[in-house]
């Protein structure tokens, strides 16, 4: 079984918190399933889950890694000499990120509104890309926009692979077959 979440700014990617912070569970009633991968805490949109382990190392193993997209809104307007540094990859405290796959949009009308949310600064302006990264490294994409000069304000995976988050809104699941 694969179940495709879409997981909520603030969820935990873990079905239990010692300190009572919202988890998978708050959403998902779904026994014997574990999520292939992460999104952090104050990331949101597709999360996968699934019970067979198999499935699970082959979406998550480094070698089989397959491309992750994510919406990103970023704080300032993105040029196209930022864009192509994303696009050839930035260096970072852990070292080059590998080439990415970048387009500058326009704020999706899909977008629901996140809670709470972002910050707004009146007189600095937002702008969206979609990024494609093979890489899973911790909060890389928050890191890569920041190394350009474009830090991250809200990130959303749309996609990972052939899985879309299509029409899921926030907080809701749907399983689909293997």
Avoid: H
Wanted: aromatic share 6%.
């Amino acid at each position: 079984m694969i179940v495709l979440f879409n997981k909520p700014y603030g969820v935990l990617c873990q079905f239990t918190d010692e300190d009572g912070r919202e988890t998978l569970k708050d959403y998902i009633d779904i026994p014997n399933i574990y999520a292939a991968g992460r999104l952090d805490k104050d990331s949101e949109g597709l999360l996968l889950l699934t019970d067979d382990g198999k499935l699970n190392n082959k979406l998550t193993n480094p070698k089989n890694k397959s491309y992750k997209t994510y919406l990103v809104q970023v704080e300032n307007e993105i040029s196209d000499e930022q864009i192509k540094q994303l696009e050839q990859g930035v260096m970072l405290k852990d070292g080059m990120t590998l080439p990415a796959i970048v387009k500058k949009i326009e704020q999706p009308n899909w977008l629901w509104n996140r809670v709470p949310p972002i910050r707004e600064r009146k007189n600095i302006p937002t702008s969206f890309i979609l990024i494609s990264i093979k890489e899973g490294r911790n909060r890389q994409v928050r890191r890569m926009s920041a190394a350009v000069g474009c830090p991250t304000l809200r990130l959303i995976r749309t996609d990972i692979g052939e899985y879309k988050l299509d029409n899921l809104r926030s907080g809701e699941y749907k399983i689909i077959p293997k």
